[in-house]
């Protein structure tokens, strides 16, 4: 009996060699940088690094532009402020009540338009 259990862990011994020594060589063909799933990885490594410089370039430029719209916006609050008090003061000048009159405007002769007309 002792021999028979022998046997069966010999042959148990020697399937597990042969399965690892399959599984080693499945092993080297999925790692291959040309045609495996390692080219793959390597070719999506790269690619990751392309898409995080690309990343943080843009944000960058967000953050710039950002900036400049800030800027922007302030100028266009302050020149907003500017035209409300020029409005204001409008309504303070003398006949703004009549908005419906014409107004006239007094034009000065040149000297040269004087004499011609002599």
């Not at 148990?12 to 042969?18: M, Q, V």
């Not at 399959?22 to 490594?45: C, D, K, P, T, Y």
């Not at 302030?74 to 035209?83: K, M, P, V």
Request: aromatic share 2%; glycine share 10%.
């Amino acid at each position: 009996m002792e021999f028979i259990s022998d046997m069966l862990l010999g042959l148990a011994a020697l399937g597990a060699g042969i399965y690892c020594i399959v599984l080693s060589r499945r092993l080297q063909r999925f790692n291959r940088l040309e045609s495996g799933m390692g080219g793959a990885i390597a070719v999506l490594s790269a690619q990751v690094d392309d898409m995080t410089r690309a990343l943080q370039n843009a944000q960058a430029t967000a953050s710039a532009s950002a900036e400049q719209l800030s800027a922007l916006t302030l100028r266009a609050e302050q020149g907003a402020e500017r035209l409300e008090l020029m409005l204001a003061s409008l309504h303070d000048l003398p006949g703004a009540e009549g908005e419906g009159r014409r107004h006239r405007v007094a034009r000065r002769r040149a000297r040269g338009d004087l004499e011609g007309a002599e």
